[in-house]
Nanobody, 125 residues
Framework: QLQASGGGLVQPGGSLRLSCAAS????????IGWFRQAPGKEREGVSC????????YYADSVKGRFTISRDNSKNTVYLQMNSVKPEDTAIYYC????????????????????WGKGTLVTVSS
């Protein structure tokens, strides 16, 4: 199971830190990441990181503002969101890949096999 937390209301230009703890997995994950879906829009990959940390992905829209990190000992991934914008408003989901999917499918989300329920982030003044 994946439990995301940390969402809420934040003003433009502010910061927020999302956390996601993975528990009960049948095997170690190979990649973990964050995805988001805004109202009326398709889901998009925000940021992903491999278990080793050797591979990282950031969507162009969040590069330089968001930072992903993970604590393998806790099976937890974090998303530090800085300089948030109204267009960052969305439900944020965390997901893991336990099947060693190809990286392109990881960042698209199709390679992820476990998903959390999501946490709402609203950026508004």
């Amino acid at each position: 199971q994946l439990q995301a937390s940390g969402g809420g209301l934040v003003q433009p230009g502010g910061s927020l830190r999302l956390s996601c703890a993975a528990s009960g997995l049948t095997s170690d994950y190979y990649a973990i990441g964050w995805f988001r879906q805004a109202p009326g829009k398709e889901r998009e990959g925000v940021s992903c990181v491999s278990r080793s940390g050797g591979s990282r992905y950031y969507a162009d829209s969040v590069k330089g503002r968001f930072t992903i990190s993970r604590d393998n000992s806790k099976n937890t991934v974090y998303l530090q969101m800085n300089s948030v914008k109204p267009e960052d408003t969305a439900i944020y989901y965390c997901a893991v890949d336990t099947r060693r999917s190809v990286w392109s499918s990881v960042i698209s989300g199709y390679g992820m096999d476990y998903w959390g329920k999501g946490t709402l982030v609203t950026v508004s003044s």
